[in-house]
Nanobody, 127 residues
Framework: QVPLVESGGGLVQTGASLRLSCVYS????????MGWFRQTPEKEREFVAA????????YYGDSVKGRFTVSRDSAKSTMYLQMNTLKPEDTGVYYC????????????????????WGQGTQVTVSS
């Protein structure tokens, strides 16, 4: 069973909003934190946002601060990414990831600190 499944991507115009969702399987995964990353063919995987599962502390990449909001619903085992005022440079495949590392050892923006990854969902912002 796939531990993480993303949804909510799509094609939108500049200035629009989208909300991504990531559901994790509690039968195969227990997590301490989850994050969102994005990637294009031209760039390495880029940190977008993350949230700790116990106390909802949030972290953001500089390029999305003030426009994106990460949240989680423990009862639904789901993490969300609300993306507002989208720009063409936000285009990419968005991946959710889950970390089992205790949060005092975890670095939100480090790809290596995440154990599970979703399959990705495409977000395209047209100008």
């Amino acid at each position: 069973q796939v531990p993480l499944v993303e949804s909510g991507g799509g094609l939108v115009q500049t200035g629009a909003s989208l909300r991504l969702s990531c559901v994790y399987s509690t039968r195969t995964t227990s997590v301490n934190a989850m994050g969102w990353f994005r990637q294009t063919p031209e760039k390495e995987r880029e940190f977008v946002a993350a949230i700790t599962w116990s106390d909802s502390v949030t972290y953001y990449g500089d390029s999305v601060k003030g426009r994106f909001t990460v949240s989680r619903d423990s009862a639904k085992s789901t993490m969300y990414l609300q993306m507002n005022t989208l720009k063409p440079e936000d285009t990419g495949v968005y991946y959710c990831a889950a970390s089992k590392i205790p949060t005092h050892y975890w670095t939100s923006a480090s790809v290596r600190d995440y154990t599970y990854w979703g399959q990705g969902t495409q977000v395209t912002v047209s100008s």
